[in-house]
Structure formats: C-alpha cells, structure tokens
C-alpha cells in the first residue's frame, strides 16, 4: 500500500514569514512529486514537479526532494494571505502515470 | 497552456435521474483522464482513469455501471452519473495527463458540484 502522509493542520503563519509544508511517502521507489494548492471550493492546480533530488525554486516556492530520508517539502517565501489554501502532495511510483495523493495540508497566512 | 474544463460546472438533479459531465482539454491531447470525488473537507478520491479509445479503469468500490465513463476522443472524457441518488452529491474533478510527455504532471478541470436533492 502507498501511502503519502501529510501532516493536515493549520498551519499558521504571519504575512511575510517562510511557510514549510512536508509530505512523506512509503514507497522508495517513488519517481515523480508534485505539490497542487486547493483553495476551498475549488479543484487543485498544479504549482510544482520535482524529480531528482535537491531543491527546485519557481519564484516564491521552492520543493525540496530527499529521497534517502522520503520526504518531498515545499517552502512558500514571503508568505501573503492569498496563500492560504490546503497543499497536497502527490506522488507516482514503479512506472505508474497514476500519482497517490496526501490528504492535504491547511495553511493560514495571517496579515 | 494545459488548460482543462469541465462542463457544466454546477449542477442539481432529482434523484432517479442521469447527470453527464463532460471534461475538455482545451490545448493539449490527453492520453489519459482520470475522474475524482470530493466530499466536503476530505480528500481526492481517485473514481477512475480512462484512456482514449479504451474501457476506463475504475478504482475498487467504483461501480462502474453507475458511473459511466467515456473517452471518446483525446480531448473528451465524459462522466455520467445514472440514477442519481443524494449520496452522490459531491464535487466531481477530472484532470488530464499531456500525450507525449514523459513527466506525469495533471492539470485539473475546475470541477463540477452535484446535488441530487
């Protein structure tokens, strides 16, 4: 059974602050990561992929990949409130296109 | 680019009734589509994933004579939901995968909200 556990909050933070999201997986032979923000009511979108080890930055975001410990993080720079949304992690494994979802993250950016 | 929607976007039927949602990949083929179910504050349930031309594969506990799926082309997948019942209110999301594309990203539709009063 795969699993992808995250820790589901709130977790708070003041605009402005560094907001650290973190996800683990059961399966070592996990290929792809990918983190999507939900807003309430809303469907997921997309908002990194990470493969190899290391970080991978895109503007305020940055995904962090560590495959030896299994955990996959995304850091949020200067936090604003329009942040505030669930976080998910998903990841694919063993050739599988299909990814296993985390149940999300709450995070509250507040002014 | 990667854009995907879903039609229609809100939706409330009596129960007994059919409901079909239809999910386009408005600048990309999509090889595979995949149909998830959100109840409120829980997460993604993966209903099924259907792929162009073929029978879709539906997740365990997925009747798959209730929820009928069909992927006609490699920009349409549609959902129909028969004889609906109030338990399957829920938020209904579909997301595709790019053809071609050796990473797995999806791009989700905006979802479509079912009641079934």
């Known amino acids: 059974q795969k699993e992808v556990e995250q820790n589901s909050g709130p977790l708070s933070v003041p605009e402005g602050a560094i907001a650290s999201l973190n996800c683990t997986y059961s399966?070592?032979?996990?290929?792809?990561f990918f983190w999507y923000r939900q807003y309430s009511g809303k469907s997921p979108e997309l908002i990194m992929s990470i493969y190899s080890n290391g970080d991978k930055e895109d503007g305020r975001f940055t995904a962090q990949l560590n495959k030896a410990s299994q955990y996959v993080s995304l850091l949020i720079r200067d936090s604003q409130p329009s942040d505030s949304a669930t976080y998910l992690c998903a990841v694919t494994s063993g050739g599988s296109y299909i990814p296993t979802f985390g149940r999300g993250t709450s995070l509250i950016v507040h002014p | 680019g990667a854009v995907v929607s879903q039609h229609p976007s809100r939706v409330i039927c009596k129960s007994g009734t059919s409901v079909k949602i239809e999910c386009r990949s408005l600048?990309?083929?999509?090889?595979?589509m995949f149909w998830y179910r959100q109840f409120p504050k829980k997460s993604l349930m993966l209903m099924a994933t259907s792929n162009e031309g073929s029978k879709a594969t539906y997740e365990q506990g997925v009747e798959k004579d209730k929820f009928l799926i069909n992927h006609a082309s490699l920009t349409l997948s549609t959902l129909t939901v028969t004889s609906a019942h109030p338990e399957d209110s829920s938020f209904y999301i579909c997301s595709a995968r790019i053809m071609g594309q050796g990473a797995n990203e999806q791009y989700f539709g905006p979802g479509t909200r079912l009641t079934v009063t």
């Open positions: 399966d070592r032979g996990s290929q792809s």
């Open positions: 600048d990309f083929q999509a090889t595979t």
